[in-house]
């Protein structure tokens, strides 16, 4: 039998990471190339303690069908943590969503025709990309500059685009850059939404882990007129596999976004909602996230000090002030790709910036580098090699 | 700000199902208008020790990220199971879904284009009518018989309507009729799907639930060349709020719906398939499953008994062989919709057959009624209080 794939998947493979994971098996391999979350940085005792009560004291409130909207106490929760950043819940509404994910996901089925324009940072986080790409979305990249998208590109596309519907950003410790977006330019990026009447998308998975400098307001409050939809995740907080992530939506937009997530999964575990709600509440939450970001300096500092010790003076990159990524960038013209595949044959995995392009036909030289799964150990010998492998493609 | 919502979101609004419970807030309400599984059927102290033990032994694998094609020994085992009801994994694949909703989502993701036509039993499962709904396809609604679709109207609808691409059917003690399709029908289906060359999505959540009568084939199980999807759920058998169900794939198909499944959320929650898995080989499923059919048994039996007591003999109703529900009809030409806000008034919850109809514009006689929620008690007295209404409005 001959199946017909639909117009908007037929284009869209999978991530690059994984195929590149399968190369990357070797036990010995030294593992930069992930985006997972440290696992000494998951509050384990903790979540099994909550987790037992909550199947000894209410069980069936955690395995009985929950609501669409997500688990009120948790809800409740955030809109009091979110509300002392600044978001104002007089116009906006909470939904909960089986992960950040599930946010783009959603956004793009009650937002987007097919052929409709989304902006989105180049590089930027591929599982985001092919969600819009899954919708039939037409993806504008604007090149990430150290501070931030840059602007002039910006205005051009918007300008000469009017297509345009959404605008994707982590303006946080991006994925895969690990750049920060100023103060300034998220005002003047919320502007040019304003201007050119788009919705922008702001993702905000690793704010909380900010290690480094002062916190840089969300664009989320900033929102006068209700064009930002914001979305926090506990992948990075508490723990990848329990799926809870949250969206700040215009209340205009939470009735919709409702049946879209009934009509997707229905409601996310509800036990996973209580465990991170009981945690926030009910114990010292604020050491945690003290203690991650930490660990996470930590293994930052390790890796880039070990990159500036090890690597070729011509190879660049930044140190992060906070997330799990910091992205190296070999001199123009060079295809990191090339060099990537060439890491894991001396066992150790990166990842191409290419995996991250909106336009993927093309080369480019950046490679992501996480720090947050290896020990400190194999982050400095990981490091050594790369850097040996810098000196070896420079020479040529 | 004036927000656009796409088109194929445009007009799907929530499931009727939850603004009827808005009306039936008051505690002292009869509830027959859910579709929840009885309490009393959660393993509550196996999962609860499972759980803990899982924490205590591997929380690592519980908490980090998972594979989007599922947890490798939840695959292997359903696997296992599904090879014993005939279905052959040389030609298919597992993917485990966040509930079998998502099977529905990821089925239109992938299969489905804007203006494709889906055909579906009328009526049938809201939450699926509305995921086909949210992408934009065209439902065809084939009268439902206590034996199956009306095959002469299947037919002529599929000769006529050549954009029809994928038929949704819920073979087993569907929702809302509680009918079972005859293995004949089952048949006569698939060679309908073969001659016009349609994929099948059989949905099947209540498949274990059968109380009376004999096993009928699940179509899967004939499906020699590769166009049934199969949907499974652990919803009814374990818990809902575990949101774990898988699809039985064509290998074909498995790589565009795991990365349609990668761009919506990722993976499963790992611990709920670990749960499971571990329920499934470690303990003594079977004898769960008996005691949860019994249960089922017995609620349906005092149910449809006081239905033969208290109902007007002109309101037909069949007794279902499994699953949680029982369509009553009022002679034909009645709203039942009427009836139902009635119902409300004096304290007792049914649904419309409109909330589950293709065309929702037309009235219909027919009312879902829940067996599996309420105690016995209750279940006696919301009948004597339906019945009575029969009578009133029959009288007329």
């Known amino acids: 039998m001959d199946y017909i794939i639909s117009n908007r998947m037929k284009d869209v493979s999978g991530s690059m990471i994984r195929e590149l994971f399968k190369l990357a098996k070797d036990p010995a ?19 099994a303690e909550i987790s037992e009560r909550a199947f000894k004291e ?17 809800r409740d929760t955030l809109k009091k943590r979110l509300s002392e950043e600044g978001i104002d819940f007089e116009k906006n509404d909470i939904l909960i969503v089986s992960g950040a994910q599930q946010a783009a996901d959603l956004s793009s089925k009650v937002l987007l025709n097919e052929g409709d324009g989304v902006i989105a940072e180049d590089p930027s986080f591929v599982g985001c990309l092919n969600t819009f790409r899954a919708y039939g979305a037409k993806l504008y990249g604007i090149p990430l500059k150290e501070d931030g998208m840059d602007l002039e590109v910006l205005e051009k596309t918007l300008e000469e685009n009017r297509n345009i519907r959404l605008m994707y950003i982590i303006p ?3 994925n895969p850059t690990g750049f920060t977006t100023t103060l300034e330019k998220r005002r003047a990026i919320l502007d040019l939404a ?13 704010g909380e882990l900010r290690f480094k400098g002062e916190d840089v307001k969300t664009i989320k409050s900033m929102d006068e007129d209700s064009r930002v939809i914001y979305a926090g995740s506990f992948s990075k907080v508490m723990a990848p596999a329990f799926r809870v992530g949250f969206m700040v939506l215009p209340k205009p937009l939470m009735q919709k976004m409702t049946v879209a997530k009934q009509t997707t999964d229905v409601h996310t575990t509800v036990l996973f909602q209580h465990i991170c709600n009981e945690y926030m509440t009910s114990y010292d939450y604020a050491s945690h ?3 991650v970001r930490e660990l996470y300096k930590h293994k930052a500092e390790l890796m880039v000090s ?4 090890y690597f070729h003076p011509d190879v660049k990159f930044s140190y992060p002030d906070g997330g799990l990524f910091v992205m190296a960038f070999l001199p123009e013209g060079m295809d990191s790709q090339v060099f990537v595949k060439k890491g894991i044959d001396n066992l150790v995995a990166c990842v191409p910036q290419v995996a991250f392009a909106v336009d993927q036909s093309k080369t480019y030289s950046g490679f992501r580098m996480n720090y947050s799964s290896e020990s400190d150990e194999n982050i400095v010998k990981g490091v050594r090699i790369l850097g040996q492998m810098t000196y070896d493609a420079l020479k040529k």
Chains 1, 2 share one sequence.
Do not use: C, H, W
């Open 29 to 47: 391999m030294i593992k930069f190339g992930g985006g997972n979350p440290s696992e000494e940085a998951f509050p384990v005792k903790e979540i």
């Open 58 to 74: 209410q069980a069936v409130g955690m395995l009985q069908y929950g609501l669409s909207e997500g688990y009120t106490p948790l």
């Open 172 to 174: 946080s410790f991006q």
């Open 194 to 206: 304003k201007k050119y009447d788009i919705i922008i998308f702001e993702d905000n998975p690793y």
């Open 289 to 291: 996230i003290k203690r």
């Open 306 to 309: 070990s990159m500036e010790k």
